[in-house]
């Protein structure tokens, strides 16, 4: 339905390849939400989009905006519009999205634990350095991976040492 409105549209097949900033809306189908849909949709309201339930329903459990599934095309159109339109003034601006994903919205120990990760150590060392339990050291990994948007260590890694560079100290060079 709503491809027949490129003009006013861009439809996005979200997939591993597009990048959340990309997506400005959401319509999901809140009964039929996955434990894979729902994450996807945290990592895409947590990067700036709005979420909003298209349902049957006149009301729904999320909180969400919701948008009728009994429009047709055009109607369907309109009130995507519409709803952009009202929620755009309370999505964030594109530079406080580019500050929270330069940062991650990491805690100070999220921080903390993904430096002892750049500098190398195992969530062992990074457990008895900081007096945490193994467990613990693993859910901080957990949650500053989902923030930062990465899945491996080295990524972690990579992601650290772009975001951290400035405070890197420089070595002096002698002439």
Excluded at 35 to 40: D, F, I, K, T
């Amino acid at each position: 339905m709503l491809s027949a409105h490129p003009a006013r549209i861009r439809l996005i097949q979200v997939t591993g390849q597009v990048q959340p900033s990309e997506v400005d809306l959401v319509l999901f189908e809140p009964v039929r939400l996955t434990v894979q849909s729902r994450a996807l949709l945290r990592r895409l309201t947590s990067a700036g989009a709005a979420a909003v339930a298209y349902t049957w329903r006149e009301s729904t459990s999320t909180g969400h905006a919701i948008i009728s599934k009994a429009l047709n095309g055009a109607a369907l159109a309109d009130a995507i519009e519409e709803t952009h339109r009202r929620l755009g003034s309370a999505l964030p601006s594109a530079a406080s999205l580019a500050d929270r994903r330069a940062t991650g919205d990491l805690s100070p120990r999220e921080s903390e634990i993904l430096r002892l990760i750049a500098e190398g150590r195992s969530n062992d060392e990074i457990a008895a350095e900081l007096g945490l339990s193994i467990n613990s050291v693993k859910t901080y990994i957990r949650q500053a991976y989902r923030k930062i948007d990465v899945v491996r260590r080295s990524q972690a890694v990579a992601w650290y040492v772009q975001h951290h560079e400035a405070e890197q100290p420089m070595e002096a060079v002698g002439i």
